[in-house]
Every structure is written in structure tokens, then in C-alpha cells.
T-cell receptor, first 111, second 115 residues
Framework: GNSVTQMEGPVTLSEEAFLTINCTYT??????LFWYVQYPGEGLQLLLK?????DKGSNKGFEATYRKETTSFHLEKGSVQVSDSAVYFC??????????FGKGTRLSVIA | GAGVSQSPSNKVTEKGKDVELRCDPI?????LYWYRQRLGQGLEFLIY????????KSGLPSDRFSAERTGESVSTLTIQRTQQEDSAVYLC?????????????FGQGTRLTVV
């Protein structure tokens, strides 16, 4: 079945630092890929998505590109803010399979 | 409703009791998921209702766990003879159903504590 491996946390960065959270996946066929975010005390929400190879998802300054050749979907942001502190989940979904979540990466941004 | 609604938001139960958790999906969403999130952990898949197809129950951890969904509406997750290791936040999500999945919307979860 599908699986996702993402960078172990926690990650602590200073404000305005560059962020990369690595994510690789295994799947049959051509899955859709997502990053979900869970802010402190809030529910899970979609951050960005890509549904086919070479697609770039972007939102709130975050970006991730669907790389079929490396089976990766790394999350990046050029300049993080304190308000980006959250847990980030890389997620894959293919065909009739359920959403498969990575273990999550906790990001803390300090001023 | 505007989003996925779960009830109760919190449930404290004694070990050995049965509990029922409810999920009201977004109207028109034919796909519905249940996940479990233990403290500080990732999301553990439990069950997936996918339109009119048979549900994918492959994530249910034991026969104490079961879930039902009536048509495209409410789903209930039942845990029988609860154990302390069942303590977690139980999350429900719904989405449109199709080959290229659209966004899944999550409820706020039910925090279950077994004492």
C-alpha cells in the first residue's frame, strides 16, 4: 500500500529562516499529494496540494513540488514566521485508497 | 452544515464501557474517514467509507472497534469494552469521492479519555 516518510522533528528555527521539511512517498500509480497543518489547539487543515507530476502547490508562502522521479514532495518556505509554528503532515492518496499520513513534523519558530 | 461536525467534543469513560462517537460530514461528500491521533503522534487510519463501495476497514485495530454509515450522512464509530490504550483524539474527515481526491475536511475531533 501507499506510505509516506517525512522528516522527524522537532524543528526549531529563528524567524525569517528558510524552512525545508522533507517528504518521500511510495505508491502505486499516480497519487495525489498534500501537506496538512495542525496549528496549536486547532483542527487539521489543508495547506497545499498537487495532483500530478511537476505540479507545484503553494499557499501562505509555502511551496511543494510533486517530483515523480524522486518520489518526493518537500515543503519549503523562504522566511518563516512565529505564526507558522505548527505540526506539518505530508499526505498521499491514490485511487480508492484512504489518505495516508506521515508521522508529522513539529515546527517551532522563535522570535 | 458549514463543516464536519463531531460529537461529543470530549468524552471521559470508565474502562470496560462502550462509547459511540458521531460524525456529521459536509453535505454531498460521499467519502468519509475516521482516524485516531494519540498524544504527540501522527494520524492512524481506522476506516474509510467510499461512496457506495464496501468500506475499507483495514485500519480497525481490533474487533472492539466498528463503524457504520447510513447512506451519505452521519457515521458512528463504536468502541466496545474500552481500554486505556484507546485514549486518543478521534478525527473524522469527509471529501468528494473520485480518482483524483479533492481536499478532505476534518472535524475538530472527539477527545476520548478512558479512566
Amino acid at each position: 500500500g501507499n506510505s509516506v516518510t517525512q522528516m522527524e522533528g522537532p524543528v526549531t528555527l529563528s524567524e525569517e529562516a528558510f524552512l525545508t521539511i522533507n517528504c518521500t512517498y511510495t505508491a502505486t500509480g499516480y497519487p495525489s499529494l498534500f501537506w496538512y497543518v495542525q496549528y496549536p489547539g486547532e483542527g487539521l487543515q489543508l495547506l497545499l496540494k498537487a495532483t500530478k507530476a511537476d505540479d507545484k502547490g503553494s499557499n501562505k508562502g509555502f511551496e511543494a513540488t510533486y517530483r515523480k522521479e524522486t518520489t518526493s514532495f518537500h515543503l519549503e518556505k523562504g522566511s518563516v514566521q512565529v505564526s507558522d509554528s505548527a505540526v506539518y503532515f505530508c499526505v498521499t492518496k491514490g485511487g480508492n485508497t484512504p489518505l495516508v499520513f506521515g508521522k508529522g513534523t513539529r515546527l517551532s519558530v522563535i522570535a | 452544515g458549514a463543516g464536519v461536525s463531531q460529537s461529543p467534543s470530549n468524552k471521559v469513560t470508565e474502562k470496560g464501557k462502550d462509547v459511540e462517537l458521531r460524525c456529521d460530514p459536509i453535505s454531498g461528500h460521499t467519502a468519509l474517514y475516521w482516524y485516531r491521533q494519540r498524544l504527540g503522534q501522527g494520524l492512524e487510519f481506522l476506516i474509510y467509507f467510499q461512496g457506495n463501495s464496501a468500506p475499507d476497514k483495514s485500519g480497525l485495530p481490533s474487533d472492539r472497534f466498528s463503524a457504520e454509515r447510513t447512506g451519505e450522512s452521519v457515521s458512528t464509530l463504536t468502541i466496545q469494552r474500552t481500554q486505556q490504550e484507546d485514549s486518543a483524539v478521534y478525527l473524522c474527515a469527509s471529501s468528494l469521492y473520485g480518482e483524483k481526491a479533492t481536499e478532505a475536511f476534518f472535524g475538530q475531533g472527539t477527545r476520548l479519555t478512558v479512566v
